[in-house]
């Protein structure tokens, strides 16, 4: 079935370092949707992408979906201590009954 | 901002024991959702539920579990008779449409087999 494979599973950065995870699909997606999860907390969406080459922006934090629309990055600019936790991509599954299947996650941890 | 509600925030129990996980969904929300997620580990699928019936299970969940809308407002998961490797973090979430939109998740009910 479809498996979404999510890269590095932690990275630690000093602050004000730039960061990014990626995403990849050995199959085409219908969408890509992003979260965010605190330590301790819930995941909490952040961005939905949908259209081939699809770049979008929140701030410090760039979302981009790849041209055969199999992939995608999320980067974060100059990261700062409220950045830390894990990052989630996430896409529906072929079968349309609203199952998202997730990322292993990237846990950011930010040094001061 | 709707919210969605999940109780309790944390469950212990005996192992063999009946659990009942309650979800309050954001009102004019059509799709509902379990998920869990192991210590450390990526969020899994378990069921969803669209018009008072399952639309997808995955093969987690299996006939130990079941789920209810018993009154329109509250969404439950049931798990019979619970065992070890069922201690999780158990999400709620619901959506509007199907994928069209992100979801929103509960803020979780920690459960704790003993």
């Known amino acids: 079935g479809q498996q979404v494979m999510q890269i590095p599973q932690y990275q630690h950065v000093q602050e004000g370092e730039d960061f990014t995870t990626y995403c990849n699909s050995s199959t085409t997606l219908s969408n890509i949707q992003w979260y965010k999860q605190r330590p301790g907390g819930h995941p909490v969406f952040l961005i939905q992408l949908v259209k081939s080459g699809e770049v979008k922006k929140q701030k410090r934090l760039t979302f981009q979906f790849g041209e055969a629309k199999k992939n995608s990055s999320l980067h974060i600019t100059a990261t700062q201590t409220t950045d830390v936790g894990t990052y989630f991509c996430?896409?529906?599954?072929?079968?349309?009954?609203?199952?998202?299947?997730f990322g292993q996650g990237t846990t950011l941890q930010v040094k001061p | 901002e709707p919210e969605v509600t999940q109780t309790p925030s944390h469950q212990v129990t005996q192992m063999g024991q009946e659990v009942i996980l309650r979800c309050v969904p954001i009102?004019?929300?059509?799709?509902f959702y379990w998920y869990r997620q192991i210590l450390g580990q990526k969020v899994e699928f378990l069921v969803s539920f669209y018009n008072n019936e399952i639309s997808e299970k995955s093969e987690i969940f299996d006939d130990q579990f079941s789920v209810e809308r018993p009154d329109g407002s509250n969404f439950t998961l049931k798990i019979r008779s619970t065992k070890l490797e069922d201690s999780a973090m158990y999400f709620c979430?619901?959506?509007?449409?199907?994928?069209?939109?992100?979801?929103?998740f509960g803020s979780g009910t920690r459960l704790t087999v003993v």
């Open positions: 996430a896409s529906p599954a072929p079968s349309n009954t609203g199952k998202l299947i």
């Open positions: 009102s004019n929300h059509l799709y």
């Open positions: 979430a619901s959506s509007p449409t199907v994928g069209g939109y992100g979801y929103t």
